[in-house]
Each structure stands twice: as C-alpha cells, then as structure tokens.
RNA sequence: GGAGAGAUGGCCGAGCGGCUGAAGGCAACGGUUUGCUAAACCGUCCUACGGGGUCAACUCGUAGCGAGGGUUCGAAUCCCUCUCUCUCCGCCA
C-alpha cells in the first residue's frame, strides 16, 4: 500500500511510476481531490467537536447540572446534527480512499527498465552455456515418467489436472534439492523457519496478495483461511504488527513450505509436466531490511539465488523486469531464469523482489533505530531459492543421458547418499 | 467440543459517569549528587490524524482504556454484540 501522504505531497511521481508500468493514471486524481474533501471535513468535524465539548465542559461546571444541560440541549443537538453530518461526508471520503489506494501498485525503482511487457526486460547476466547434447533431449515428462518417478496419470485420479506424483527417486531427489536449498540458505545467514501453511485473511491481506484482483489463491470454503500461495506470505507476515529493534536488521528467513495456487487460465502445451502446477514446493528467502540498505539486499539475495544454481551447474540467465512486468508488490525484480534444453528456452525458476515500504506499510511491520526513536517502516524482499519442481525439471533435463538415465549433479549426490545416476 | 476467568499506556497496576491521556509503581531517557558502582532527588516520558507555523526542535484541535454498536449534554466507568487470551475437562499426532 502506498503512502497516502505520498499522494499529497508528490502525486507526479505516482502518476509517473503507473504510467511506466502501463496503468491508468486517472486513479491519482481522484484520490487527490478525495483526500482534500476527507481533510477539510475533519478540520470542520474537529472545530465542531471542539466547540461541543466546551459546552459540555461547562455543564460539568454549573451549580445546577441539569438546569445547564436543560438551557444547552437545542444548541448541543444542532452541534450533534451537523458532526453526523460533516463526519459522513468525511467517512465516505475515506472509505472511497482505502478501496482505490490499495489497488495501487508499488512505486517503481528508477532503475527499473522502461517497457510494457516481457519483451523489455533487460539481461543483466548470463552464466554457463545450453549443453550441447548427441542425441535428442527429452522433456521431463517423458523422461519421468519412463524412470518411473514423475506419475501424472495417478495424481490425475488423485486430485486432477496440474497435479503430479513423484514416486522413488523423484521424490528423492525433490526432498534432496530441498535439503540443499535449505542449507545452503543457511550458510548465507537466514534463520529457518516452518510456517503455518494455512493463514488467516488478515495475514493474507498484509502482504498485499489479497487484492481486488487476485483470486489465485485457495480459499477453504467453511474457515475463512487461505493456503499459501509463497512462503512469502507468512514470513513476511512473521512480524506484522511489531517494532523491531533495529540493531535486529536485517533479519533473513528462509522456509520450505508447500504452495497452493488456482493457476486459473488456459492449459497450454508449455505448461505440461510439473512446470505450472496446483501444488508446488518451493524454499523461500526473505529480508527485513532498514529502508537505506535494502537495494544492497535484493542484490545480495538475488546472488544467494544465483549460486544455487552454478552450485548445479544449471545455466541460466538474470533479468531485470520492466515496468510494464514487474509484480504488483515490487519496486524492483529480478527473474532468474533456467534453461530447460526440451524447451529450448530459459523459464522462470526464481523471482527476487524488493518490496520496499509498501508491503510494511500494510502488514505495519516497523523498527526504530534507537530506544527513543520514531518507529519507520522497514523494507520487505522475498525471492525464491528456489522453486523446487522446477529446480528438479532443469536438473532431469539437463543432466539427462542418452540412455534415459539423468546423472546427479555433483552438489546433490551427498544429498542422496552418493548416488550419482537416477536410473531404472 | 464442554466449563470458568480475563482484556487499561513498554511492563505491573488503580480508576466514583464530568476538570482522566488516564493515580501509583517499574523500566527508559535527561540532569543534580558521587572517586567508581549503587542509592537518593528533580525533570522528561503514548500514538494517530488534522489545522496554524521561519515547516524543524513549535503550537492548537480531534480521536484512542481488546473491537464494534448503544444510552447520556458528557462513558475507561452503564447496556448489547463480537474477537482474542488464559485455566480446567474431553479428543487426538
């Protein structure tokens, strides 16, 4: 949520920024013009208020209460009329401010790059080089479901479409990515945590996913709670509602949490196999930065996302996301992307966001520098490391041999006691 | 699921329907005293929003005692609803 008083005092740079992400700035204005009314409302409202009390003051004074209350009655009921009144007005100001203030998007960094859609977003590095392979790679599915460790016709019956069965050494090797990921995040310094997969409106509206827009997320019909969609959620969430201190910044979690999402929309062909599913895994890393350092962050974490992925000698490329593509949440993005060889192109395996203030703001998530200081909002970044499906489809189809038999990446094999081929 | 107790400022804890933003204590911060520490004494010490302002260290106003309603000229205090927390019993991993 942005900052109503941003609106006030720099509504250009609101209007530039939706501009850059390719929305209708038309909303500013409004808001503008709403705040105003909602303002000279409660100075008329305060002033009425005001004068009420000091009748009401000097009732509490008189010799004879009821007699001064009597004589005051028809003046302090026209004060009573005209506070509904000024106070509706301003209420309905409000209210019309809270339903499209949260709608807006995060502001954008300025270095975000210029652009409406995927086609601008700018590579920032590549590393390792597609395989060259001797015969004809195979995709995932096929592969899995040959070794007998993808099952998608048993998850069919299951549960239904998008989702899938990892039997033997899919599973294996899932739950040893996992264990690597984990690790590895906690070298870098984030604290591990197992959240609540389920949460409660609140937690969900906090972190911005609960929008007027977004309904990908499973809802239980008969609680009012939400799967998570991200690891994100509830550990950004961790601390709603709190102030730190800020000799605790920056603080980093990381957590492996199962993530539920509706994936409404069409089933393409790029969507096969474990790529888009209902149910994924995914460990997640997320800082509580102080608001100067928090560039610096996304930089650090998206390296932390990074390195797992030369650790597994997967060649892959970093993005950055254009205006018109960065999330709703974010300032500033960075995709990392994988390269699937089946494919032939890099896919999406990590998304690494500074969220600045705007997701504190609404989960009210603070930090005061010293003892007596104000309390300031810190700044929010999540990013995967990484998303465990597709981590094991790069790793299949990457390491994929002519036999069908996938060698293990050298930084897994410890992870699987020494095994170094998934075979038959 | 059943029964009971409770919710006041960073914490503990008072509070008769009117001058209570809220006694008192602790903690914290500034100062005096002190060889150092401790103690003692004095002072400061909530937040949000809005108005005025040399927009900052100022000032005025409004609101806030779990949340939301109601009664009243006036509510922390009376009434209603809800939420949450704690304890005991049951059930279970």
């Not at 389920?198 to 997320?217: A, C, P, Y």
């Not at 002519?402 to 897994?412: E, Y």
Request: hydrophobic residues 40%.
């Amino acid at each position: 949520m942005l900052d109503r008083t941003l609106l006030r005092r720099d509504p250009e740079a609101v209007r530039r920024s939706l501009h850059r992400r390719g929305q209708d700035e038309a909303a500013v204005e409004r808001l503008v013009e709403l705040d105003r009314v909602a303002r000279e409302a409660q100075t008329r409202s305060d002033a009425l208020k005001a004068e009420k009390n000091v009748l009401s003051g000097s009732i509490a004074k008189a010799a004879n209460k009821k007699a001064a209350a009597a004589e005051l009655r028809p003046k302090l009921a026209s004060l009573d009329e005209q506070i509904a009144a000024v106070d509706a007005e301003g209420a309905a100001a409000n209210a019309e401010i809270d339903e499209r203030i949260q709608q807006l998007p995060n502001l954008l960094a300025d270095s975000v790059p210029d652009g409406t859609d995927e086609s601008a977003n700018v590579t920032v590095r590549t590393w390792g080089s597609p395989p060259a392979f001797p015969f004809e790679p195979k995709p995932h599915w096929e592969l899995g479901e040959a070794l007998g460790v993808l099952d998608f016709e048993r998850a069919r019956k299951l549960a239904g479409s998008r989702f899938a069965v990892l039997t033997g050494d899919g599973a294996r090797l899932s739950r040893a990515l996992i264990a690597f990921f984990l690790d590895r995040a906690h070298r870098a310094g984030y604290r591990e945590v197992v959240p609540p997969f389920i949460v409660n409106r609140e937690t969900m509206w906090s972190t911005g996913q609960l929008t007027k827009f977004s309904d990908d997320m499973f809802h239980l019909s008969d609680w009012d709670f939400f799967l998570v969609p991200t690891a994100e959620v509830p550990l950004t969430a961790l601390h709603r509602d709190e102030i730190l201190d800020g000799a605790m910044l920056p603080i980093q979690y990381t957590a492996y949490t199962p993530c539920f999402r509706k994936e409404a929309g069409a089933a393409g062909k790029d969507t096969r196999g474990l790529i888009r599913q209902h149910q994924f895994e995914k460990v997640e890393m997320v800082w509580l930065s102080p608001p100067e350092y928090s560039f610096e962050a996304l930089e650090r974490l998206t390296r932390d996302a990074e390195r797992l992925l030369e650790e597994l000698e997967l060649p892959f490329r970093t993005i950055s996301l254009c205006g018109g593509d960065t999330g709703f949440n974010a300032a500033m993005t960075y995709d990392l992307e994988v390269w699937l060889p089946s494919q032939g192109l890099y896919r999406e395996i990590s998304s690494c966001s500074n969220c600045t203030d705007f997701q504190a703001r609404r989960a009210n998530i603070r930090f005061r520098r010293e003892p007596k200081a104000k309390p300031e909002f810190v700044h929010t970044l999540n990013g995967s490391g990484l998303a465990v499906g597709r981590t094991l489809v790069a790793v299949m189809e990457n390491y994929q041999q002519a036999d069908g038999t996938i060698r293990v990446p050298d930084a897994l094999v410890p992870y699987l006691g020494g095994q170094t081929v998934i075979g038959r």
